[in-house]
């Protein structure tokens, strides 16, 4: 009978579960080529501003604490002192962070 499909390699029968294999291939390139690489750099830009943001929080926390802890038991409710130990400190923190940086070099300028 000439109607019967035929179950040799590479028949009619097959092409569905090709172009299936073929259509699961280019998904998964896809996803492993551009998605992976996009969402990596989607969680390094949110865990980066999330810890910076934290980093801010406890820098002012910090420094709140020092203040008050100057004020009360150092110099007895003499707040001037407190800033000025304090400003102090973030100054000479400012000056070796300033003396460590370094200038554009002949390709960038």
Request: aromatic share 8%; glycine share 4%.
């Amino acid at each position: 009978m000439p109607d019967e499909p035929t179950s040799q390699p590479g028949s009619f029968d097959e092409w569905p579960s090709k172009a299936a294999d073929l259509v699961d291939l280019v998904v998964d390139t896809i996803r492993d080529r551009i998605i992976r690489p996009v969402i990596l750099v989607g969680r390094t830009i949110v865990f980066g501003l999330l810890i910076a943001a934290l980093v801010v929080v406890v820098a002012v926390v910090v420094a709140v604490a020092v203040l008050r802890l100057l004020d009360v038991y150092a110099f007895a409710n003499h707040v001037w002192a407190s800033y000025a130990v304090l400003s102090l400190a973030f100054t000479i923190v400012g000056l070796v962070a300033w003396s460590k940086r370094t200038g554009p070099t002949d390709a960038e300028s």
